[in-house]
């Protein structure tokens, strides 16, 4: 096991620690958000670390080259977006749903590491290549939250219609937190899944 490999399995335990705070605070007492928040922060900055090393090592701007890299950067991209979005409570309402989803992409990386680089190098050392895959990446990141964000809202929408109780339900982010995040991020998916088809008809032009 490589230095890349053991800062992955080092970031996944950190996002550990995290999920379980916010697990405390799902179930006992908001007090253990700060700290559950301090972890998740500190193991997006390690998985930061990672791409950058990758990147260096490779000499290219984006770290895809192959898939073990590309389960990282989209993990990455996931957790972007979700800073740039989250809200007040809807923090650890959304770290429950995220952090074993980020967890999994992470350990399959640590599983099917590979040095071998799959993508044509001229490919990523191409500027617009590169924006065209960040804005994909971002894109499909920003839906994927959407999608999280739009089914815990119809969950919380049912569970009050139907007047259901429960700690389970009352602990869901607000009806409008969740619209909040439902609208920020088809707000930013859009027009970069807009950028990712203009950048990619520039691309196919100039291969």
């Known amino acids: 096991m490589n230095s890349v490999q053991t800062l992955l399995l080092v970031t996944t335990g950190i996002f550990g620690i995290a ?12 007090k253990w958000q700060r700290a559950a928040g301090y972890f998740f922060d500190f193991g997006f900055l390690v998985l930061c670390a990672v791409l950058f090393l990758e990147a260096i090592d490779l000499g290219v701007y984006l770290p895809v080259a192959n898939m073990h890299q590309v389960l990282v950067f989209f993990s990455w991209s996931i957790l972007l977006m979700f800073m740039f979005t989250r809200r007040g409570r809807a923090q650890y309402g959304f770290g429950i749903v995220l952090i074993p989803l980020v967890s999994i992409f992470l350990l399959l990386a640590v599983v099917c590491y590979d040095e071998q680089i799959r993508v044509p190098e001229e490919y990523l050392k191409n500027k617009i290549f590169a924006i065209h895959t960040l804005a994909a990446f971002f894109g499909y990141a920003a839906f994927a939250l959407s999608f999280v964000a739009s089914s815990l809202y119809l969950l919380q929408d ?21 619209e909040h995040m439902v609208y920020s991020t088809v707000t930013l998916g859009v027009p970069l899944i807009g950028v990712t088809l203009l950048t990619g008809l520039v691309w196919a032009k100039q291969t």
Do not use: I, T, V
């Open 19 to 30: 999920f379980l705070g916010f697990l405390a605070c799902w179930f006992w007492s908001a």
């Open 158 to 178: 049912r569970a009050l219609k139907r007047k259901w109780g429960g700690n389970f339900y009352r602990q869901l982010p607000s009806l409008e937190a969740l």
